[in-house]
Nanobody, 124 residues
């Protein structure tokens, strides 16, 4: 089994920045591409960004392009999401996800493992 643990959420003013982290443990040899999703109260979960196993391929939701950057960490099976120029509409619970295939995808049903989430609150 694989466990994913997110960290780095918190309260930030609009225009500010946060850096989310995701660390995988357990049978990490079975996971490859990783991604971030978010869900705000009363809304469906939505794709934010994803990165390939090598880190060379990334994908972003249009709403975060140019503001968020996803990257693999130096440690194996770690991942980061640098969020800049945050807006109130970015507020949500952010989830780390991992899949058993090397390429990133925005489809949440194609991810095999999920973390518990970390809350991001953006004040206007």
């Amino acid at each position: 089994q694989v466990q994913l643990v997110e960290s780095g959420g918190g309260l930030v003013q609009a225009g500010g920045s946060l850096r989310l982290s995701c660390a995988a443990s357990g049978r990490t040899s079975s996971i490859y591409a990783m991604g971030w999703f978010r869900q705000a109260p009363g809304k469906e979960r939505e794709f934010v960004a994803a990165v390939s196993w090598s880190g060379g391929s990334t994908a972003y939701a249009d709403s975060v392009k140019g503001r968020f950057t996803i990257a693999r960490g130096n440690a194996e099976k770690t991942m980061y999401l640098q969020m800049n120029s945050l807006k109130p509409e970015d507020a949500a619970n952010y989830y780390c996800a991992a899949r058993r295939y090397p390429l990133p995808t925005p489809q949440d049903h194609e991810y095999d493992y999920w973390g518990q989430g970390t809350q991001v609150t953006v004040s206007s």
